[in-house]
């Protein structure tokens, strides 16, 4: 995703996973208790499963057992979010119902970096990391393109169906054997709640995890360049001007 503040992003996601529990409730409420100010708002969700990326063979998922919840922390802006359970730690901006101006990759990631290092003094997990990853969510609205349906031809350079299709729904995965993991791509259809307006909703996720010899840092920005010139490539040249690249 490029970091032009005219991108059609509505979310990002930073995120990692550890080999097993770290993040214990007493960890969580410490943390909570030193940024209530930062976040002030907490919600309770179901635990997201475990993934390990595989170049060469199927996606490995897992469930923790037991009785685990996700905590949400939530900024009193509601434009950021931190997701703890006690295999996993995430971070999103999300541009919400103020429709908050994309801030770019590095300034998202300057504070998930901030909170990873505060919550790791509490939890010590930074030696238990087996998975890294980066999402991007992007909100593609039709009518930006003069498009009734979804003709992909006009927005993607990489397909090309016809206008009178109503629905789209598709995804697919590219190996990426240099940060040991896979670019996971979802583009479906989808109705604005606020407006009803014909949406299409894509989104590009890289998992994977970091060489031996490399810094956490380095894959992440490695991550992002991947996944900001696979959506430059995908993109035709009447997508571009609009977006303003």
């Known amino acids: 995703m490029s970091d032009n503040n005219k991108a059609p992003v509505v979310e990002l996601v930073v995120g990692i996973q550890f080999e097993r529990p770290v993040i214990t409730n007493e960890c969580i409420y410490e943390y909570y208790v030193s940024n209530k100010d930062k976040y002030p708002n907490i919600q309770e969700n179901p635990i997201l499963p475990s993934f390990i990326e595989h170049v060469d063979r199927p996606l490995e998922t897992g469930m923790l057992s037991g009785f685990h919840s996700r905590k949400y922390l939530i900024s009193k802006d509601d434009n950021r979010l931190i997701q703890l359970q006690p295999n996993r730690l995430l971070f999103n901006w999300r541009k919400g119902p103020n429709n908050a101006e994309y801030p770019k990759f590095k ?25 890294l990853e980066v999402t991007f969510f992007d909100q593609i609205v039709l009518k930006d393109f003069g498009l009734e349906n979804h003709d992909l ?20 995965t ?28 894509l989104e590009t ?13 380095f894959w992440f920005n ?24």
């Open 107 to 131: 300034n998202v990631y300057d504070q998930f970096v901030e909170i990873r290092k505060n919550i790791d003094k509490k939890c010590n997990f930074n030696n238990l990391i087996n998975q």
């Open 153 to 172: 031809g006009k927005i993607f350079n990489f397909w090309n169906l016809s206008k009178s299709n109503k629905h789209v729904d598709f995804n697919f």
């Open 174 to 201: 590219i190996p990426y054997p240099d940060l040991q993991g896979n670019l996971n791509v979802k583009l479906r259809s989808a109705i604005r709640n606020s407006d009803n307006e014909k949406l299409l909703m």
């Open 205 to 217: 996720t890289l998992r994977g995890i970091n060489n031996q010899d490399e810094k956490i840092d």
């Open 222 to 245: 490695r991550a992002h360049d991947v996944l900001s010139s696979f959506f430059m490539d995908i993109l035709t040249e009447d997508a571009k001007k609009i977006w303003g690249f």
